[in-house]
T-cell receptor, first 110, second 112 residues
């Protein structure tokens, strides 16, 4: 059974600081997704990573994928309050369905 | 495109009642997924369809849960009878060829 683990589960960081969220998964996969969820809202797609070594960036967020290590990272640069949300990674174990990680709740404070 | 449309947005029902959640996927998408989100268990995949056919229902928690997709533009998730532990947010999502999953706004179900 595919397991997708994220750490940390909760992250409180000061504005302007950098930090990384980690996503480990237990089986082979060609696709890894990152989503953002604001409280009481739906899931918003951030990135799709399709191959080993893939790196994507949007604003202060950068995601990368290492398929050999079965690891993806979401790096936050110079955090701002607007980035406060819960971030999920999700893995497609080559079966066209997404299995989600536990989520990382990010709070950015002044 | 209006995106994935779910109804109702909120549902409060009494234990033992039947509950039906509805989903309209994005036009042209061939996959439809039902997820449940709770604080304790996170986001769980309940069932998914491909071209209206159920492919994997291993996540459906009990026989009280059933899902149908009578056509490409409509799906239902039914709970009968409902129990307080079914309280959660239920999301529907759709994708095309297994790419680009788009989620609906969710239905917040409360069973009292």
């Amino acid at each position: 059974e595919l397991k997708v683990e994220q750490n940390p589960l909760f992250l409180s960081m000061q504005e302007g600081k950098n930090y990384t969220i980690y996503c480990n998964y237990s089986t082979t996969s060609d696709r890894l997704y990152w989503y953002r969820q604001d409280p009481g809202k739906s899931l918003e797609s951030l990135f799709v990573l399709l191959s080993n070594g893939a790196v994507k960036q949007e604003g202060r967020l950068m995601a990368s994928l290492d398929t050999k290590a079965r690891l993806s990272t979401l790096h936050i640069t110079a955090a701002v309050h607007d980035l406060s949300a819960t971030y999920f990674c999700a893995v497609d174990p080559n079966t066209d369905k997404l299995i989600f990680g536990t989520g990382t709740r990010l709070q950015v404070f002044p | 495109d209006a995106g994935v449309i779910q109804s109702p947005r909120h549902e409060v029902t009494e234990m033992g009642q039947e509950v039906t959640l509805r989903c309209k996927p994005i036009s042209g998408h061939d996959y439809l997924f039902w997820y449940r989100q709770t604080m304790m268990r996170g986001l769980e995949l309940l069932i998914y369809f491909n071209n209206n056919v159920p492919i994997d229902d291993s996540g459906m928690p009990e026989d009280r849960f059933s899902a149908k997709m009578p056509n490409a533009s409509f799906s239902t998730l039914k709970i009968q009878p409902s129990e307080p532990r079914d309280s959660a947010v239920y999301f529907c999502a759709s994708s095309f060829l297994g790419w680009g999953y788009t989620f609906g706004s969710g239905t917040r179900l409360t069973v009292v």
